[in-house]
């Protein structure tokens, strides 16, 4: 593992990961990884339950990680791998609740989800509720003040532990220049990618519960 996402879904995470795995940090593990897969799904149940935490078996074969599951754990993971860096990604507070509350929060308390499979729907969205709206946000996420602060709080704890050479806080919308510095790797021709945004999400979970991977804006 070289590097650790320690911010929020819904801040950029699935276009780093795209980024992170064209620039030759991947695979990079996310929650889309889960998504489609009850072996993850499982492996995560075990986790929030107490049952088991053997991080170098869960992130086993990925160079990376991003997003939730991961960014829950992201002391425990910094410990455990401690020559992997930290990445904090960040954007605009409002504008992050608004966007979680109409897209993966939506998901989660909509009775059917047209994108995803009942059977995998079953499984993952208890998994979900407990590590993520329990868990996280202490079943308030609806309190838009207390799921702010939340993050805000977040933030500023992975800012406050991380030393300063071992953290990279990127902000959506930054493009390759921080992060291949910060990597020490070329910046590559690309734009860099953007995915999923509001629009676009029931169509790429979809795709991924069909498919088991997040399609490469890069193509192959």
């Known amino acids: 593992m ?36 009850p072996q993850r799904t499982e492996d995560w149940r075990r986790v929030v339950d107490g049952e088991d935490r053997d991080w170098e078996r869960i992130f086993a ?11 829950t754990y ?21 504008r992050w609740y608004d966007s979680v509350y109409k897209t993966i929060y939506g998901y989660y308390t909509a009775n ?16 979900v509720g407990k590590l993520i709206w329990e868990g996280t946000f202490g079943g308030r996420f609806e309190d838009r003040d207390h799921a702010i602060e939340v993050f805000e709080r977040h933030n500023a704890e992975v800012r ?9 806080e990127y902000e959506v919308g930054s493009g390759w220049r921080p ?10 021709d690309e734009e860099f990618p953007h995915v999923n945004d509001t629009g676009s999400m029931p169509d790429l979970v979809g795709r991924i519960t069909r498919d088991g991977a997040m399609p490469s804006p890069f193509g192959g």
């Open 179 to 188: 992060l291949c510095e910060f990597l020490g790797v070329d910046v590559p």
């Open 112 to 127: 059917v989800d047209p994108a995803m499979p009942e059977e995998l729907s079953a499984k993952f969205k208890p998994v």
């Open 74 to 94: 992201w002391r425990e993971l910094a410990d455990t791998f401690p020559d992997a860096k930290i990445l904090l990604t960040t954007r605009d507070p409002q």
């Open 160 to 168: 406050r532990s991380v030393p300063a050479d071992r953290l990279l």
């Open 2 to 37: 070289q590097i650790i996402g320690a911010g929020f879904g819904r801040t950029g995470t699935a276009s780093m990961k795209a980024a992170l795995e064209h620039l030759g940090f991947g695979p990079c593990y996310h929650m889309f990884d889960v998504l489609p897969s």
């Open 61 to 71: 074969g990925f160079g990376s990680t991003v997003d939730w599951p991961g960014c």
